[in-house]
């Protein structure tokens, strides 16, 4: 049996007047993605609930089911494969950071007129957001995604999730293609832009990032959770 369950803008409960913590922003619950002709599951996900500024990283060998993990949060996956559980969704939008920043950028527009298209932001709004990612210098504005470097194309990738007001932003190995120094600087960027309501989830191999970024460090193994979840108070970080 398949059973997708999406709500939008699902209320919160709890006494008026009562303090409350954060309506979660998404939901997985018994959740199984496999192979039916198979009888295969590759992921299996008993609880995963995701808070309003969680900073989540995921962690594990090739092949663990990270990946598996953000198709389930988008609600897109390959052909093939079949879902059932439980998957609440707060909103329809998810915003998306993939490993190369030039695959979140139409190829043939320029980076500043792109950006207003795509979110529909303001030229203020814009302006701002690139100018908080390192992208304000006016040449670069009027490049398309060829002419820009790594580094700049995945800073545009950020400054598009942040633009995209998304509540849940996934990365999918963001920093895989950076050198070191453009890497730091993704990470620190991640860390600082993104507004303090959107919750990212971001998987990687790359230690680094959960020590910068973590305030949950998730660990997958053969397509389930291997470990408890460390976590840390909102706005701290928790070691990989």
């Avoid at 990212?200 to 470990?227: C, E, F, M, N, Y």
Wanted: aromatic share 2%; charged share 20%.
């Amino acid at each position: 049996m398949i059973l997708i369950m999406t709500y939008v803008n699902s209320p919160s409960a709890g006494q008026p007047g009562a303090h409350q913590s954060p309506a979660p922003v998404f939901r997985l619950r018994n959740a199984r993605l496999g192979l039916p002709a198979e009888n295969r599951a590759l992921l299996e996900i008993q609880e995963f609930t995701l808070l309003p500024g969680e900073r989540v990283v995921i962690t594990g060998p090739s092949g663990a089911g990270k990946s598996l993990l953000l198709s389930m949060i988008t609600g897109h996956w390959a052909p093939g494969l079949e879902f059932s559980g439980t998957r609440i969704a707060d909103s329809l939008r998810i915003g998306c950071i993939p490993q190369r920043g030039q695959d979140a950028l139409h190829a043939l527009l320029p980076l500043r007129r792109q950006l207003r298209k795509a979110t529909g932001a303001s030229a203020q709004q814009v302006a701002s957001t690139l100018d908080a990612v390192g992208l304000g210098d006016p040449s670069l504005l009027a490049r398309r995604p060829a002419e820009l470097s790594g580094g700049q194309a995945q800073r545009a990738a950020i400054a598009l999730a942040v633009l995209s007001e998304a509540p849940v932003i996934i990365a999918d190995e963001p920093t895989s293609a950076l050198d070191d120094r453009s890497r730091d600087l993704a990470l620190e960027l991640l860390g600082t832009v993104l507004d303090e309501r959107q919750a990212l989830v971001l998987s990687t191999h790359d230690a680094a990032a959960a020590r910068a970024l973590a305030t949950r460090h998730l660990v997958l193994d053969s397509g389930k959770i291997a470990s408890p979840s460390a976590s840390a108070p909102r706005g701290e970080r928790v070691s990989a």
